[in-house]
Structures are given as structure tokens and as C-alpha cells.
């Protein structure tokens, strides 16, 4: 593939049946289309799925797309609408399971609890102020998460942000704003 074609170029080929367009755009924003879901979803194993399922979604789709936006921001809006699909399920999931059906008693909090604790002790507390962070994003508002996993995860720019969200860039700044201020607020009472 010739490099100096944009990614609208290349879908609009891989539309007309072009496979190799295709694979050089699957090639070329798995990473960041991997590091998208991983911002959203904790477990790598769901990310990877949802970025295999926004792919399908793409090839699916190629003969249908119109360059009206970037690519990147066609496919993180994509990724995005599944990542949030598989929230919901999961919150669904664990309401439930939280919830005896049998005896009609909730299960103790104890039933749930995952030992994640691996490896040495100086990689355990990196990986503790990690998932304290990640614990935290998860904890925000869908607006300001989307805006906080796109800005600080992917680095994606503002104005991207702002397309992908069909929000103004001005929104994108006052969300960031408020996830800092409640994230701050959030790991300050967990003492980190």
C-alpha cells in the first residue's frame, strides 16, 4: 500500500473489495483501536474482542462508508458505542450475580473478591496505583470518561475528541476539567 494515501482513501478502496486496503488499515490502528477498548474495558480479553468486533463492523460497513469524518474517528466512535454495550452488560451481569436467586439473600462481598496480587513487591504496588486509577476512570461519568480514555490512554487530540463525540472542542476541555477535579477527588479519599 502506498503510504501517502489517507485512511479515507484506503477504506474507500477496501469498499470496492480491496482486501489489502483493509488489512493496512487493521494493521495499522489495531494498537490504538486495542488501547481504545483497553481504556474502557479492564480485561484485555473483552478489549480484544471489541476491537475484532469493530473491525467486523468496519468490513461489514466498507461498501456504505462516505468520508464525511476522519476514519479514526469513525472507528473510535464504533469501538466506543461497543465498549459502553459491554459495560452495561456487565453491570447488568454483576447485579445479578450479587443476588442469590435461590435463597434470595445477597452474597457477601467476600464471594467476589479477586486476589489480583501478582509478582514482586515493588511491581505490586505500581500495579495497585494502577488499578486505582483504573478503578477511578471507571468511576466517572460516561461523558468525562470518554474524553479522559481518548485524551490521556490514546493521546488523541482534542479536535478529534470533539468530532468523535459531536461535541465542541470547549466541552471536550470542560469535561477534562471535571474528570480531574473528581478523579483528584476520588484517589485523594484512597490516599494516593
Known sequence: MPINQTDEEL???????DMSAFNF????????LLNLCYGYIPSAEQAEDIAQETFL??????????PTAKFTTWLSRIAINLCFDILRQNKRKK????????????KSKAEHTVDNS????EDVEAKEI???IQEAVKMLPEDQRSVVVMAFFNKTPYEEIAETLNISVGS???????????????????KL
Open 130 to 132: 494502577a488499578d486505582s
Open 25 to 32: 488499515l487493521v494493521n495499522k490502528h489495531k494498537k490504538y
Open 57 to 66: 463492523r468496519v468490513y461489514k460497513n466498507a461498501k456504505k462508508y462516505k
Open 118 to 121: 501478582i509478582g514482586p513487591e
Open 172 to 190: 471536550v476541555k470542560m469535561r477534562i476539567n471535571r474528570a480531574r477535579l473528581v478523579l483528584k477527588d476520588i484517589l485523594s479519599k484512597k
Open 11 to 17: 477504506m474507500l478502496k477496501a469498499g470496492k473489495g
Open 95 to 106: 447485579t445479578e450475580s450479587l443476588f442469590d436467586a435461590e435463597s434470595g439473600n445477597v
